[in-house]
């Protein structure tokens, strides 16, 4: 059974750093590519970022470029996400996501997801 565990979420205030987690079990973590994901109330869920089996990032938002950095550790079976200079507009619910080959890194793509942690940006 496939598990996806994201974690290190919280209350920051604006121009702060956050550095999220995402824990995967359950499948080869170094065969899959894995992504992350965010979605504030009331708005389709958007790609933030995705990564190759070898950590080379294939896509970054525009709203985060220079700002957010994913990376992973495969002998650690995790995903990073650090989030530099963050601001209220970051705001959202963030999710990691697996699957075994992404064309465009897109939503529909990814078999597998977490259940989120929560990143809330005070200005």
């Known amino acids: 059974q496939v598990q996806v565990l994201e974690s290190g979420g919280g209350l920051v205030q604006a121009g702060e750093s956050l550095t999220l987690s995402c824990t995967i079990s359950?499948?080869?973590?170094?065969?899959?590519?894995m992504a992350w994901f965010r979605q504030s109330p009331g708005k389709e869920r958007e790609g933030v970022s995705c990564?190759?089996?070898?950590?080379?990032?294939?896509y970054t938002a525009d709203s985060v470029k220079g700002r957010f950095f994913a990376s992973r550790d495969n002998a650690k079976n995790t995903g990073y996400l650090l989030m530099n200079s963050l601001k209220p507009e970051d705001t959202a619910m963030y999710f990691c996501?697996?699957?075994?080959?992404?064309?465009?890194?897109?939503?529909?793509?990814?078999?597998?997801w977490g259940q989120g942690t929560q990143v809330t940006v005070s200005s």
């Open positions: 996501a697996t699957t075994k080959i992404s064309r465009s890194c897109g939503r529909d793509e990814y078999d597998y």
């Open positions: 359950g499948l080869t973590f170094k065969e899959n590519e």
């Open positions: 990564i190759s089996r070898i950590g080379i990032t294939r």
